[in-house]
């Protein structure tokens, strides 16, 4: 059966199924050819759960011609699209807590608390003479221009330049200054970057919302005056609240913070989770995708980058239950062309 010119492999098939064979040559039909896009969205360490989507869609036989990634979207896409996503799972896989603070190249004289040069020395070992415009599958990263705030999408130049400009998130990482421009975190304008995977020339978008479950879902209080105490309300809020910050979340022994005195950490990463996810929605109201994978990723801290093992799974999960849907829309776009 042919699904967008793709012949679909069997997951047994060959010892490995269609693991083994992500990249070995697919049969396409020029006559029917559907152009698939992928537009996989920035969370940090919950972004392991895009090697368990991509695993998921290559067993079925669904590889992607076109990579529009953001974040860590942009991490795992670049690899993907260079051919280095087992590399990537086995360097995602031995994380430790110690080895990822070993990894935390941190100073305190730059824009950011996190030079990014440890992490960068560790692409470059795979990566270090690929090129965007040079990759077996048309791909772009997502940063934001420091002082414009302009969307820029990176289609040329070193792929690690522009994964480490995709993933420059604010106060934490230094910017990366890329043709003149300083360039920082994507998701702070696209984070799930559907429009530029319909522009790159995808006729059909699978989206990978990795805030799907934790949106903050904000409301407007319209009464609301310095006489209001719900102090005991948001205490209970505080200590059942969803991780925030994973690898510099407080000890558990540690007594909580009142609520009108919240930590750095926390104001950060709930700052960057509420703008994310109010652009989010706005985004993909705008633009929907024709199907988004959402992996239930609440327990997930963002800097628990030491538990892919869960994190890639939940990433499976997601794809497997939405992968019917994926099916039968594509089968629909075959019909079309046909």
């Known amino acids: 059966m042919l699904w967008d010119g793709i012949t679909r492999r069997s997951a047994g098939s060959g010892g490995g199924g269609g693991i083994a064979e992500m990249n070995a040559p697919i049969e396409r039909d020029p006559r029917t050819k559907v152009k698939i896009g992928l537009a996989l969205g920035g969370g940090a360490a919950r972004g392991w759960s895009h090697i368990g989507v991509l695993r998921v869609l290559a067993e079925a036989g669904i ?5 529009a990634g953001c974040s860590i979207g942009a991490v795992v896409g670049g690899c ?9 799972e086995a360097f995602a896989l031995s994380l430790t807590k110690r080895r990822v603070m070993g990894l935390l190249d941190f100073h305190f004289s730059g824009a950011g608390l996190i030079a990014g040069g440890r992490l960068q020395r560790l692409l ?12 077996p599958i048309k791909f772009c990263t997502i940063a934001t221009e420091l002082t414009s705030g302009h969307e820029i999408w990176l289609t040329r130049g070193p792929l690690v330049q522009a994964m480490r400009a995709s993933y420059a998130l604010p106060g934490v ?17 696209n984070p799930i970057p559907i429009t530029a995977a319909r522009a790159l020339g995808a006729d059909i ?7 799907g479950e934790i949106r ?116 629909e776009a075959q019909s079309v062309r046909s």
């Not at 993907?80 to 990537?88: C, F, I, Q, S, T």
């Not at 990482?173 to 702070?188: H, K, Q």
Request: aromatic share 6%.
């Open 63 to 67: 590889v992607p011609d076109v990579i």
């Open 80 to 88: 993907y699209a260079a051919g280095k996503l087992d590399e990537l």
């Open 124 to 135: 470059d070992q795979d990566l270090m003479d690929r090129r965007v415009e040079t990759l």
């Open 173 to 189: 990482f230094d910017p990366v200054m890329i043709g003149g421009r300083w360039l920082m975190d994507g998701a702070l304008v």
């Open 205 to 211: 978008v699978i989206c990978v919302n990795l805030n």
């Open 216 to 331: 903050v879902r904000g409301t407007v209080i319209q009464s609301y005056d310095a006489d209001t105490s719900d102090e005991k309300e948001i205490e209970e809020a505080l200590e059942t609240a969803p991780r925030r910050w994973g690898l510099f979340s407080p000890s558990r022994d540690e007594k909580p913070r009142k609520p009108n005195a919240p930590g750095l950490a926390t104001v950060m990463v709930d700052a960057f989770n509420i703008t994310q996810d109010r652009i989010a929605r706005s985004r993909l109201a705008g633009d929907p995708p024709d199907i988004m994978v959402a992996p239930k990723l609440a327990k997930m801290g963002l800097f628990e980058f030491h538990r892919a093992q869960e994190c890639i799974a939940l990433g499976r999960q997601a794809t497997e239950r939405a992968l019917p849907d994926i099916m039968e829309i594509l089968q």
